[in-house]
């Protein structure tokens, strides 16, 4: 694939980039050449590669997802957090119509 100097000029005005005749020129081989590095990249064998999320391969540190864990902040607790609430409804916090 490859660009000329109409291509680059229409991508130019759909962005809506203000762009001169000279730059538009200096750009065709520049975009020329990314193309071609980008099927170059095409052409590489990957198979049995697997996909990474990184160079370096990390791993997250996470605790167990357990309700009740902690007895402050665990479950069990909704009246008590309800009783200091100025208008509890149905197990939630009750809040004032804004929208009429």
């Given at each position: 694939m490859s660009v000329d100097t109409a291509t680059v000029a229409k991508i130019a005005a759909l962005a809506r980039i203000k762009v001169s005749e000279a730059e538009?020129?200096?750009?065709?081989?520049?975009?020329?050449?990314?193309?071609?590095?980008?099927?170059?990249?095409?052409e590489v064998d990957v198979t049995g590669v697997e996909p990474m999320t990184a160079v370096i391969e990390n791993h997250q540190r996470l605790r167990d997802d357990v309700v009740g864990a902690d007895p402050l902040t665990g479950g069990g607790v909704r009246d008590a957090v309800l009783a200091n609430a100025p208008a509890p409804e149905h197990g939630f916090f009750g809040v004032p119509k804004v929208i009429e």
């Amino acid at each position: 694939m490859s660009v000329d100097t109409a291509t680059v000029a229409k991508i130019a005005a759909l962005a809506r980039i203000k762009v001169s005749e000279a730059e538009i020129a200096a750009m065709v081989p520049e975009l020329n050449g990314i193309l071609a590095w980008v099927e170059q990249l095409g052409e590489v064998d990957v198979t049995g590669v697997e996909p990474m999320t990184a160079v370096i391969e990390n791993h997250q540190r996470l605790r167990d997802d357990v309700v009740g864990a902690d007895p402050l902040t665990g479950g069990g607790v909704r009246d008590a957090v309800l009783a200091n609430a100025p208008a509890p409804e149905h197990g939630f916090f009750g809040v004032p119509k804004v929208i009429e």
